[in-house]
Structure formats: structure tokens, C-alpha cells
């Protein structure tokens, strides 16, 4: 309550981007909270938009607990972005602690409440955080990283202009692959013989091989079974045995028709497609 009266005070609104499945149960939140006149959710932002809206912020806040790969940080600071997050592993690698943003413990409101309100007091101290992260993230420029490195095997940029979904920015590709190819998520790191996986998948003749891995799911509840609001039993803290999605894929050229041209399409949404057509 004293934040949203020192925003408002202030005249500082914080505006979330993005979507997904929370964004109605945020937008709800918001509402029964009353934080309606300092908190805006604007959705997507897409590749055109997004530097321009990051370039009139004061600051980026990013309080996750798991961030698997710390783009948004980075591209905050490549604005010149001061950037408050947790002290967590990726953020740790990409924002040097109050020299290019501050970095505060997991689950600590009164830590993050103080540094929102320190970065927008220390207009100087902004300012030099604010130079620091665009002089810092120079080093990240991938194209510049690549050049740097004598790696043993060409790479060529295909960068899409709006986001298409994991699956829709392949498209790019078209007329371009003649082969099978692998897709990967950047952040997919997998100890794998992908030799091992190309005989297979040419040997079962597939069309598109998703390569899964074992992985078990330990529940720290007691889990109860229901049958017609009737108790059947109780298992105590089961564990369950899944073989997951890695997001590291061996697709045939012909796969790409099936995308539609210019619009978004996921992974799992391409798989269904082909699982059904073949």
C-alpha cells in the first residue's frame, strides 16, 4: 500500500508486457487489489515495438524465481536499462550487481520495494547504472561473439520480424533446407549422440523425430484419488515417470509446407499437424 501511494504520487506507472494463460487471472488480480492506477497489463509487444517501449522506461523490473534464458534483462540493458532482478543463476550471469542493475534475494517484497524506490529517488545513480548496462551488453551482440570465435562450421542469421511461435519462424527456412535438420531451443543443452539420432529417425522413415527424455516427478502432497466425490485411497507423495520434451527436434524439409505463411504456430501444434496428416 505505501508503494502504490508513492507511484501514485510519483506519477509512475508499472507496465507489464506479455500474455499467456495468467494474463486474465493478472488482470483479476489487478482489479480486486485496486492497483488499477499503477499497474497496466499491455500484452505482446511485438519485435517492432518492443525497444521502443523499453526505451521510455525508467528501469526493468524482473522479480522470477526461474528464468531459463535471460533475454528481456539483456535486451533492457542493450537500452541502456537499469535492470532490478532476483539473484538467481541467469540473471546473476547477465546483470552485474549495482554496477549495471541490483540484484535482490527470491520472494523479498521489502527489498524490492526499497531498490524501486532507491532507482527512482538517485536520479545520478540511475544514470550511471543506465551507462554501465549499455556499455555491458555490447559484449553479448551474438554476431559479434561469432565473429570473435574461429568456430569450425559457417552460421548464417534468419531473424523473423514479428513473432511466429516456435514452430512459425521456421518457415524462414523454406527453399533454404534440402536435408533433415535439427531444431533446438537455445536453452536445450542435451549429452546425445544426434549421429545416433539421425540413423534412427532415417531408419523408422519419420518425418519428424522428437527426441524426449526421462524424467521423474516427485509430488511433496498426499494425492487423493476420487471416484463420484468418493475417497478411493490416498498415495502419499507419489512419484510419476514421464519422458519429456527436451525442445530439440529432426524435422524433413517437406514438414515446413505445413506452417502457415505469417502467422503464429508452436511446436506442439506442428506435431499434432503431422502426427495427424502422416
Known amino acids: 500500500e505505501e508503494l502504490k501511494n508513492y507511484l501514485i504520487d510519483k506519477g509512475i506507472k508499472i507496465k507489464v508486457a506479455g500474455d499467456g494463460k495468467d494474463f486474465t487471472r493478472f488482470n483479476d488480480l489487478i482489479d480486486q487489489k485496486n492497483l488499477n492506477e499503477i499497474v497496466e497489463l499491455i500484452g505482446r509487444i511485438d519485435s517492432k515495438n518492443k525497444f521502443i517501449f523499453l526505451g521510455k522506461a525508467l528501469f526493468l523490473i524482473a522479480p522470477s524465481r526461474f528464468e531459463a534464458m ?44 526499497e531498490n524501486i524506490r532507491r532507482l527512482i529517488e538517485n536520479t545520478e545513480e540511475r544514470k550511471q547504472l543506465s551507462k554501465n548496462a549499455l556499455s555491458f551488453a555490447k559484449q ?12 569450425p562450421y559457417e552460421t548464417e542469421w534468419v531473424e523473423e520480424e514479428d513473432y511466429l511461435g516456435t ?15 535439427f531444431v533446438a531451443n537455445c536453452d536445450s543443452l542435451l549429452d546425445v549422440d544426434f549421429g545416433e539420432v539421425l540413423q534412427w529417425h532415417r531408419e523408422h522413415k519419420a518425418s519428424m523425430t522428437v527426441i524426449g527424455c526421462h ?21 502419499e507423495k507419489p512419484t510419476h515417470d514421464v519422458i519429456i520434451n527436451t525442445g530439440v527436434y529432426l524435422i524433413e524439409p517437406h514438414v515446413i509446407s505445413y506452417i502457415p505463411e505469417g502467422k503464429q504456430m508452436d511446436m506442439n501444434t506442428l506435431i499434432d499437424l503431422v502426427a495427424k496428416k502422416e
Not at 541467469?90 to 517484497?109: A, D, H, M, Q, R
Open 70 to 113: 535471460p533475454r528481456v534483462p539483456l535486451e533492457a540493458q542493450a537500452c541502456g536499462l537499469p535492470v532490478i532482478a532476483t539473484k538467481i543463476p541467469p540473471f546473476e550471469f547477465v546483470i552485474k550487481n549495482s554496477f549495471t542493475g541490483i540484484l535482490i534475494p527470491e520472494n523479498s517484497t521489502a527489498k524490492l520495494v
Open 140 to 151: 553479448f551482440d551474438r554476431k559479434l561473439f561469432l565473429k570473435e570465435n574461429d568456430f
Open 167 to 181: 514452430a512459425g519462424s521456421l518457415l524462414l527456412l523454406k527453399d533454404r533446407i534440402e536435408e533433415s535438420f
Open 215 to 235: 524424467n521423474e516427478i516427485k509430488i511433496p502432497f498426499g494425492v487423493l484419488d476420487l471416484s463420484d466425490e468418493k475417497l478411493k485411497r490416498i498415495s
